[in-house]
């Protein structure tokens, strides 16, 4: 069953470039929501969402996790997974990419299939990257596809980032 209601800002990206070596985004967004669920999902790309207000669940197979303010999920290629929010609902912003480095640079930035959860807490410099992919993908400039690569590239070495700055501080 999916079920989605609320401020939602949705883009799909063409897939022109979706032979660019290495990285590209294949839909991108914000959602604030009250009422989301999305039930035994199986894509054939990765996929971050990022919560940034209230809080939800991530499921795979047997196992449940709750997503809170200020966390990252990881969702895998061909893994069935569902996610939904919290009675209060709640702010997301998403992306799903593949390419043939997608998957080590995920790792690289902190995520496992076993780990799929980091708590970094809310970084404005991670909203921002976020915003600049959903603001290429709808200006489409010449040569956007490219850009949100690069983009892409440049949020997941930010989640890195903040991944050893938050278990440096001790919240991991």
């Known amino acids: 069953m999916s079920k989605i209601g609320g401020n939602i800002r949705n ?7 979706g032979d660019i070596p290495g990285l590209y985004i294949s839909s991108c967004g914000h959602w604030n929501v009250t009422d989301h669920i999305l039930e035994n999902r199986t894509r054939s790309d990765y996929l971050i969402i990022y919560c940034v207000n209230g809080r939800g669940t991530y ?9 809170k303010k200020g966390m990252i999920f990881a969702a895998y290629p061909d893994i069935v997974h569902s996610y939904w929010c919290g009675d209060q609902g709640w702010e997301i912003w998403y992306c799903h990419f593949a390419g043939d480095i997608a998957g080590k640079l995920l790792q690289w930035a902190g995520f496992n299939v076993m780990s799929p959860i980091i708590q970094i807490g ?5 909203l921002k990257t976020f915003g600049e992919i959903i603001t290429a993908t709808v200006e489409k400039k010449i040569n956007w596809e490219i850009d949100n690569s690069w983009l892409l590239y440049k949020l997941l070495l930010k989640l890195k980032g903040c991944k050893i700055s938050s278990e440096k501080k001790g919240h991991f």
Do not use: R
């Open 59 to 67: 499921t795979e197979g047997k196992k449940e996790y709750t997503i």
């Open 122 to 126: 809310i970084k404005k410099k991670l």
């Open 11 to 17: 883009y799909f990206v063409s897939q022109i470039y």
